[in-house]
């Protein structure tokens, strides 16, 4: 009798977990093909109970491509619950993936802000690996400001291309495989990471006669970076910031100014670049 009542015990475990299997089977198919909300939030719900590798797969998968914002924010939130250090490498990968591209590009504020916070959360199970192509030294073009609030709208992007190109034509690379990287990409592809922005501190413009004098002037700023997640580090002899000044002769119409100002800030920002930002990067990366 008690061997017979174990082989029932052992059949209804069995049992048990095919009908477990199919329902995270069914659960995926309707969060894959259901068009009603409905359907596919309940399924979304069904399975954030569940740490398979087809539930992470899933949720993650209507995390970026579900149409209902309300399904992508709880597949957020499902996934703080769902992955752990047992989850299976290729799951837990693409689950941090899909977590790290909605907290970037989704478009509900919402969904983004959770998905940043479920990011953090998991951020230890994030395993270093070097990133295919990552290049040895990496600088981050940051946003260029203007203090004075008086240039052309175009001239923050033209100042940055500029510093971009004089940063490239000494072979160091401005881009990185996928977007920006994180410290911890930066670290397992043990490659040196600098950030490089452009500020116009002041711009004057002085008509007299016939002609206008502008006078600018641009400082650019470079120190360690630590990737998306970590930011620029100010450490000594590591930082620093150059500046430049410059005048410019235009005429007075509105055109022939602007235009001014934009020959004006360009050839500093290319002269910095060149002459004082650049030998200061590769000075830092050539130090161990």
């Known amino acids: 009798m008690s061997r017979a009542l174990a082989v029932i015990t ?4 069995l049992c048990a977990h095919s009908a477990r299997a199919d329902q995270i089977d069914q659960n995926v198919k309707e969060l894959s093909t259901a068009r009603a909300s409905k359907v596919r939030l309940a399924a979304t719900l069904s399975l954030s109970k569940s740490k398979d590798p087809r539930a992470v797969l899933a949720v993650s998968g209507a995390l970026n491509n579900d149409d209902d914002p309300t399904i992508r924010r709880v597949s957020a939130l499902a996934l703080e619950k769902m992955v752990d250090a047992r989850t299976a490498d290729d799951a837990r990968e693409l689950a941090l993936d899909a977590l790290e591209r909605a907290a ?3 478009r509900d504020a919402k969904v983004k802000q959770t998905a940043a916070s479920t990011l953090k959360a998991l951020a230890g199970l994030r395993k270093g690996k070097a990133v295919h192509g990552a290049p040895a030294v990496f600088v981050n073009i940051d946003t ?4 004075s609030k008086k240039a052309p709208k175009d001239v ?8 971009k190109r004089s940063i490239e034509k000494i072979g160091y690379s401005t881009s990185w495989p996928g977007g920006l990287p994180t410290s911890k990409e930066l670290s397992s592809s043990k490659s040196q990471a600098y950030i490089v922005a452009s500020t116009v501190k002041k711009l004057d413009i002085t ?3 016939r002609q206008t004098t502008i006078a600018c002037t ?3 700023r470079v120190a360690p970076w630590s990737g998306k997640d970590g930011g620029e580090k100010w450490e000594a002899n590591k930082a620093a910031s150059a500046s430049g000044s410059a005048k410019a002769m235009t005429g007075n119409t509105e055109r022939e100014i602007a235009g001014g100002m934009r020959d004006c800030l360009e050839a500093v920002a290319e002269d910095v670049a060149n002459r004082q930002v650049v030998p200061f990067i590769k000075r830092l990366a050539s130090t161990p």
Not at 10 to 13: F, I, P, S
Not at 144 to 147: F, Y
Not at 156 to 163: E, G, N
């Open 10 to 13: 052992a059949c209804l475990l």
């Open 104 to 106: 970037r590009s989704d």
């Open 144 to 147: 260029a400001t203007d203090q």
């Open 156 to 163: 923050p992007d033209r100042l940055a291309k500029i510093v």
């Open 207 to 209: 008509k007299g006669g």
């Open 218 to 220: 641009v400082a650019i």
